[in-house]
């Protein structure tokens, strides 16, 4: 499960110069799949707080929703922040339609070569449209993306703990938790330029 604080732009970047256009905050949780024996990364549940997000994830597949996210953010000096460094600890929150539907600790404990799998491989997802008029989809496909670009900072790795919460209108709690194995966090940039048509489903 993934919280991120996220700042975003076209390619005319105009869009920095009024923030409330650029940024929004997500949580969203990733699983492992494969398509013909490729392994994929999927994100089966995903919340957003800005109306941009949700559109962009229409054209990529994510099954995006409106949530409240929050994540305890890095900076230079300590007075009211946590340090990138051993000990340094940060929480996050997930609610929707008026409930907690998750949060999270992570303590970093040292440096990491990874961020974990979510990185490492493209994300396969489906683009879904319904019939207007009756059963089945007037378009069904199914699709590969990954980053154009990316450029990350030092990945740290750490303890964590992550709690999920029920909700009369939300399935997060429907995904067991076995084992948590660590957390990490890191910064990064990413391109984002389309992606792949696995293959037509809409006949």
């Known amino acids: ?22 940024q929004y905050k997500e949580a969203f949780v990733v699983v492992r799949c494969s398509y013909k024996g490729q392994t994929f990364s999927r994100c089966v549940f995903i919340w957003v707080d800005k109306d ?24 230079a000096f300590p007075q009211a922040s946590p340090s990138i460094a051993p000990g340094g600890m940060f929480g996050a929150s997930l609610a929707a339609g008026d409930r907690r539907l998750a949060d999270a600790v992570v303590t ?27 059963p089945g989809d007037a378009f069904s496909e199914l699709i590969s993306s990954g980053a154009a670009e990316f450029e990350g ?20 709690t429907s995904l067991p938790v076995q084992e ?8 990064i940039g990413v391109k984002w330029n389309g992606g792949t048509s696995l293959e037509r489903l809409d006949g």
């Open 1 to 22: 499960m993934i919280w991120a604080d996220w700042q975003s732009c076209s390619s005319s970047r105009k869009e920095l110069l009024d923030p409330v256009q650029s």
């Open 52 to 75: 941009f997000a949700i559109g962009r994830g229409l054209h990529q597949g994510y099954p995006k929703k409106l949530g409240s996210m929050w994540q305890t953010r890095p900076h």
């Open 108 to 134: 970093l404990r040292e440096e990491s070569p990874t961020n974990g799998f979510v990185n490492a491989n493209k994300m396969a997802h489906h683009r879904v449209f319904p019939n207007i008029d009756g």
């Open 153 to 172: 900072g030092q990945a740290w790795t750490g303890d964590a703990e992550l709690n999920l919460y029920d909700s009369p209108n939300e399935e997060l």
């Open 180 to 187: 948590v194995i660590g957390g990490y966090f890191q910064q």
